[in-house]
Structure formats: structure tokens, C-alpha cells
């Protein structure tokens, strides 16, 4: 009866073990599965978003993303077609909102879109998707943002620190070159029309007028700087032209007011002080473009 005994209690302590490590297996396996996702403070409220997403379509902010080396899988046609990421892109397919069948293919664990945008709820069904207004943050919220729904806030920190206090330096070093007065205009050619821009509209304005702080015309200032961006005719290009210009360039465009006697008499032009940079490769402000503007900055003003 003795041995009859030991052999239960035995086999009774080997039950309860096997359901102790199967509830701590089960609680494992929760908090691991808990762990594969964070909740994402979203401007239309919380959403659980992969802790590691690997398969991401950028329908807008693709290169906020790209910035972070985020696994993107789909992009919008404006950013595939823009130089600078042409090498980040490769294999990268173009996508758009409507194309639903197509996204489906890609298989996304995150969407990144546009709030102004169509299909939200559908894309929704297909990935949790997060949305942003465009012009709702400032170029460097937007990166700080970016990079906490990719679970890689402290690596979109110390960018933005870094970046802040090299683009405040070569704006000291260039307003002691050209004078703390000295303005600077920013123009882009179009078609029949001519673009200038305040300080919040890519191009470079972000880092020109709020990170190194130089000067815009006053008629820029009046006409730009609340609009972001202004139209005018060719005509008036000698009136809004600063004492530096940097020349937004669209290869896409007619260009032969540059022949012209119009341009080559305004001063900044005479005095070889026009710096040209390509539209295509200057229409956002995150920090692969802005990391480029700023080297391209600081050779021109510093004849580096």
C-alpha cells in the first residue's frame, strides 16, 4: 500500500508540473506575442502597429522612412522618380490608394498614408495603416514621428539634434561670410510661371531660413511666407530675386529665361550669386534630402 501511495503522489506532482510549464508557456508565448506590436499614438487616435514591421507600403512619407532604412516594399510614383532614392528603391513597386489588388499582393504589415487620401477604411482591413495631414508638423516632428511608429524614436532623436546643431553652424559661418543682412531668395521655373517660397516648403527653405537662419526678402517675406509659396510672372523675377538666389531647377520645364536679358541683369545673377538645384531632388524635407541641401549649402555659400 506504502509503494502504491509513493507511485500516486509521484505521478500527481508530475501532473501538476506539466500544467505549471504549460501555463508558463502559455503566459511565454503571450508576452511574446504582445511584444510583436506597439501602440502607435496616431492623430486619429491609438493603433497597434508591428514592433518590427518588415513589409511597409508608403503611400506618403516614404523617404521619412527610408531615412530610418525602414523595409519598404511599396512607394508612391513621385518619391520612385525622385534621384536621390533611386538606389533605395530598387525593386521597390510603385503603389497608389486605388490600387487595393495590388497592395493585397504585397503583403504589408504597416500602411503609412495620407489623411486626405481614398480607400483608408479598405486599407485598414488589409494592414494596420496610419495616417498624417500633411503640413500638420513641421519637417522635424514629422522625422520624430516617423520614427516612433517604426519603434526607432531615439535614432530619429539623435538625428535631429545632430542635424539642428550642424545646420546651425554653417548658418553662422555663412551669414559672417555674406553679411547678417544679406537675403536670400528661393525661385523655381515652371512652365509660363515662376514659384518663390517661404520657409516651410522643402527646397531647402526649412534649412535656409529656420535652421540657419537667413534672411528672405521682404517682398518674399510679404508674399511667401504665410502661403509657402508664391506664383509669379517672369516679369516680376528681379523683384523677388535677393542678393542670393538659389534656383530650383525643373529639367521639365522651358528654360531659356536663363538666356535672357531680364535674368542675366538681375545683381545676384551678375554677381555669380545664383546656386542651382535640381526640382526633382528637393521636393521633400526629410533627412536624406535635407542631409544633401546642406552639403550642397555649405560648398556653395562656403566655396568649399
Not at 263 to 279: F, S
Request: glycine share 6%; with cysteine; charged share 25%.
Amino acid at each position: 500500500m506504502k509503494k502504491l501511495f509513493m507511485i500516486s503522489l509521484l505521478f500527481f506532482v508530475l501532473i501538476l508540473a506539466a500544467c505549471g510549464d504549460k501555463e508558463t508557456n502559455k503566459e511565454q508565448g503571450k508576452e511574446e506575442t504582445k511584444s510583436d506590436t506597439i501602440t502607435y499614438q496616431s492623430e486619429t487616435g491609438p493603433i497597434e502597429v508591428p514592433a518590427d514591421p518588415q513589409r511597409i507600403i508608403t503611400l506618403t512619407n516614404g523617404p521619412n522612412a527610408l531615412a530610418l532604412d525602414a523595409n519598404v516594399v511599396g512607394i508612391d510614383d513621385w518619391t520612385k522618380m525622385n534621384p536621390l532614392f533611386e538606389e533605395r528603391l530598387e525593386g521597390v513597386e510603385v503603389v497608389t490608394e486605388e490600387n487595393l489588388e495590388k497592395i493585397i499582393e504585397l503583403e504589408p504589415d504597416l500602411i503609412i498614408a495620407g489623411s486626405h487620401m481614398n480607400n483608408i477604411d479598405k486599407l485598414n482591413e488589409i494592414a494596420p495603416t496610419v495616417v498624417f495631414t500633411w503640413g500638420k508638423l513641421d519637417y522635424l516632428q514629422q522625422q520624430l514621428e516617423i520614427g516612433k511608429l517604426l519603434n526607432k524614436e531615439k535614432e530619429a532623436n539623435e538625428w535631429i539634434e545632430d542635424f539642428k546643431s550642424r545646420a546651425e553652424s554653417i548658418g553662422e559661418a555663412i551669414r559672417a561670410k555674406i553679411g547678417e543682412d544679406a537675403t536670400v531668395s528661393v525661385i523655381e521655373s515652371g512652365n509660363k510661371e515662376f514659384y518663390v517660397f517661404g520657409n516651410n516648403y522643402a527646397r531647402g527653405t526649412e534649412i535656409l531660413y529656420q535652421a540657419m537662419g537667413l534672411n528672405m526678402p521682404e517682398k518674399v517675406k510679404n508674399s511667401a511666407l504665410e502661403s509657402g509659396i508664391y506664383t509669379i510672372s517672369t516679369e516680376l523675377l528681379p523683384e523677388y530675386a535677393g542678393d542670393y538666389v538659389i534656383l530650383s531647377k525643373n529639367p521639365d520645364v522651358d528654360n531659356s529665361f536663363l538666356e535672357t536679358d531680364l535674368w542675366k541683369n538681375i545683381p545676384a545673377v551678375k554677381n555669380g550669386q545664383v546656386y542651382e538645384i535640381n526640382t526633382k531632388a528637393s521636393t521633400y524635407s526629410d533627412p536624406i534630402t535635407l542631409e544633401h541641401l546642406l552639403d550642397f549649402f555649405e560648398s556653395s555659400f562656403l566655396n568649399k
